[in-house]
């Protein structure tokens, strides 16, 4: 019986595999530097995940007449980084990443058809991933471009901006601070707005300071103490700037100040104005389009599922 369910299992993944070719950690590193990638998906990440929780990558490559168009990294069945992924690891146990959007490292001008599971594809690489689908019932929430798509404009977060600096508030970089200090900044602040404490919050200081590079954004601060945070993970490529928003804290004592709304906006005009002065394309998900909030910051896009009609 454990034989042919050994058997099975082969089957099922020599079926996801048959259209690829194995290729190493160096090889597909060098696909998603080129052609960009997701933060979830980067080499260094998966590392991460493979040292940490002991979940064995193995990455798989696309090819047009000899040339690697494509590279995909997976744990068994599934996308390597999908939630869907995370959830059957039992990752999402111990970390929490949101819901990660997955931007793929494929070269712009090719196809390439990918049979793993996954539910988060962008709707962005529906060009370049062939079989994927977009039923536009699931979405996911990408930022506007600011201040231009904003809603409400500029002139609402400058006023905010000369108010806050009148009160004597400071903006200051994440990576000013340790991993432990962000945790701490973080739990505090999540508490505080959510009256409970964030998600795997035991291990944010370990999570923090082994993935301290990949944290983006400001912390703002009043009365020498710390009253807006938000946790964005950020990875970058040649062509690509990708940011995963995953969940914020924020001093609700200070409603008048809006604090937690001016942090999104710092944070997004930072990302887009660095996108079009590097002519990068920037892509920042606040994850599943599942709220009012994200509408106010975000276009909601059609996610894509793929690798569900094979056993």
């Known amino acids: 019986m454990v034989c042919e369910v050994a058997m099975f299992s082969r089957l099922r993944l020599g079926l996801r595999s048959a259209n690829s070719d194995e290729i190493g950690a160096e090889d597909y590193a060098r696909c998603y530097h080129t052609w960009g990638g997701s933060f979830i998906v980067h080499p260094d990440v998966l590392r991460y995940f493979e040292e940490t929780h002991d979940v064995r990558v193995r990455y798989r490559g696309y090819f047009k007449r000899g040339e690697c168009v494509g590279a995909v990294a997976v744990w068994g069945a599934f996308l390597a980084g999908d939630r869907l992924a995370l959830d059957a690891y039992r990752l999402s146990d111990n970390e929490d990443f949101g819901y990660p959007v997955i931007y793929l490292p494929i070269d712009p001008g090719h196809q390439c058809t990918v049979l793993y599971k996954a539910k988060h594809l962008l709707s962005l690489q529906r060009p370049q991933i062939a079989g994927v689908l977009f039923n536009g019932l699931k979405e996911m929430s990408i ?13 609402e977060y400058q006023i905010k901006a000369r108010r806050f600096e009148r009160l004597g508030g400071t903006v200051r970089d994440v990576q000013e601070f340790s991993g432990e200090e962000i945790a701490d900044i ?4 999540f508490q505080q707005r959510w009256n409970h404490a964030p998600h795997a919050a035991t291990s944010l200081g370990k999570t923090f300071s082994a993935l301290k ?3 983006f954004g400001k912390i703002l601060w ?3 103490r710390p009253v807006a945070i938000q946790i964005n993970y ?5 062509r690509t700037i990708c940011i995963d928003y995953i969940n914020g804290g924020v001093d609700k ?3 008048g100040l809006s604090p937690g709304s001016f942090l999104s906006y ?4 930072n990302a887009c104005e660095e996108s079009r002065s590097s002519g990068k394309l ?6 599943r389009a599942n709220n009012e909030y994200k509408d106010q910051w975000c276009h909601r896009v059609s996610r894509g599922v793929t690798g569900f009609w094979l056993p």
């Open 282 to 287: 920037l892509i920042y998900s606040y994850g």
């Open 186 to 189: 973080y739990t505090d602040l």
């Open 222 to 224: 009043l009365d020498n």
């Open 143 to 155: 930022l506007r471009q600011i201040p231009e798509e904003l809603p409400t404009g500029k002139k």
């Open 213 to 215: 590079r990949f944290l």
């Open 253 to 255: 004592t200070l409603k």
């Open 266 to 269: 710092i944070n997004g005009l």
């Open 234 to 238: 950020r990875a970058d490529t040649h």
